[in-house]
């Protein structure tokens, strides 16, 4: 079992940067994928980045590409993402997920443990 907390939401002005945590908990941590999906009023939940097992291989969103930036560390059981440029569109719930193989999916389907999420809100 794997237990998530996302940290770091906040109201930011368009320009602006935050940067979102996760900490994880539970015996099977080193051994997962993470990702960071978000969800807007009236919208479905949707991709914004994920991370192999090791860390070595990345994927974004092209809507948050050059922009976001994820990262873990393994050692302190955390994967941040550092959000820069942000704009209104990136106005959302952030939720971190995890699964118990190596390979970084894009989809949600994929991912069998949620955080609760934290909001983000970027005003223009």
């Known amino acids: 079992q794997v237990q998530l907390v996302e940290s770091g939401g906040g109201l930011v002005q368009s320009g602006g940067s935050l940067r979102l945590s996760c900490a994880a908990s539970?015996?099977?941590?080193?051994?997962?994928?993470m990702g960071w999906f978000r969800q807007a009023p009236g919208k479905e939940r949707e991709f914004v980045a994920s991370?192999?097992?090791?860390?070595?291989?990345?994927y974004y969103a092209d809507s948050v590409k050059g922009r976001f930036t994820i990262s873990r560390d393994n050692a302190k059981n955390t994967i941040t993402l550092q959000m820069n440029s942000l704009i209104p569109e990136d106005t959302a719930v952030y939720y971190c997920?995890?699964?118990?193989?190596?390979?970084?999916?894009?989809?949600?389907?994929?991912?069998?443990?949620w955080g609760q999420g934290t909001q983000v809100t970027v005003s223009s």
């Open positions: 539970g015996r099977t941590f080193s051994m997962a994928a």
């Open positions: 991370i192999s097992r090791s860390g070595n291989t990345t």
């Open positions: 997920a995890a699964r118990s193989s190596g390979v970084a999916p894009m989809s949600s389907s994929s991912y069998k443990y």
